[in-house]
């Protein structure tokens, strides 16, 4: 390292300095406000654009009743195709939703598997594949149901999933592996609401 025993020597190691590299940190300036500014802009755009979302969604939301015209219907299904983001798996649950009231459990089944491939968030997915385990089996589709509740992962719903799968293993007509998926389920503490009802469960098993 050079030891410089004067302010001029000082002063003309900086000028050579700058005069060997002043280009090269001029361009490395001017990238760095570049990016700054770049990721400022796109902050803003994708604040700007999930706040647009969220108004949306919640329009088309609340008019996605279950009494809802086509016009409404279909204008829900726009927003759920042009949005794959969290949004358009709500909407597209929201469909499930409005065909399952109807009975149409193949279309549900359609909506929510659109609906997972919208999202990467571990736990509204959890909460799409219940649902679609539920659709499943209320159109008959037993092994799918039971295939479905294996992409439950988080254990904050695993209680959740057993007490589906107790109801997928009673429909097929083993008692014993509904008991056991019962008792598994509120071995994880759920709450009190659903504990009382894997206890109803239990009971009928019983009796």
């Not at 009975?103 to 968030?121: H, I, P, R, S």
């Not at 385990?133 to 037993?142: E, F, S």
């Not at 083993?174 to 239990?202: C, E, G, I, S, V």
Request: aromatic share 6%; charged share 25%; hydrophobic share 40%.
């Amino acid at each position: 390292m050079e030891v410089y025993s004067s302010e001029n020597e000082q002063r003309e190691a900086l000028v050579r300095f700058f005069a060997d590299n002043g280009k090269a940190l001029v361009i490395g300036v001017i990238i760095g406000i570049a990016a700054l500014v770049g990721w400022r802009y796109w902050h803003n755009h994708q604040n700007d654009s999930m706040m647009k979302s969220s108004a949306a969604w919640q329009q088309v939301n609340t008019a996605l009743t279950s009494d809802a015209d086509q016009q409404r219907v279909d204008a829900a299904q726009k927003f759920a195709d042009s949005n794959n983001n969290n949004y358009g798996a709500l909407t597209s649950m929201d469909l499930a939703r409005f065909y399952a009231e109807k009975g149409d459990f193949a279309t549900a089944e359609k909506q929510l598997k659109k609906a997972l491939t919208q999202t990467k968030e571990e736990n509204l997915q959890s909460l799409i594949n219940l649902r679609l385990a539920r659709v499943q089996l209320q159109g008959k589709n037993v092994d799918g149901a039971l295939t479905t509740l294996a992409g439950v992962k988080p254990a904050a719903w695993s209680a959740l999933a057993d007490d589906v799968r107790g109801d997928a293993q009673l429909i097929k007509g083993d008692n014993q592996a509904a008991r056991d998926a019962y008792d598994k389920a509120l071995k994880a503490n759920p709450p009190q609401a659903l504990q009382a009802l894997l206890r109803m469960k239990l009971n009928n098993l019983s009796s």
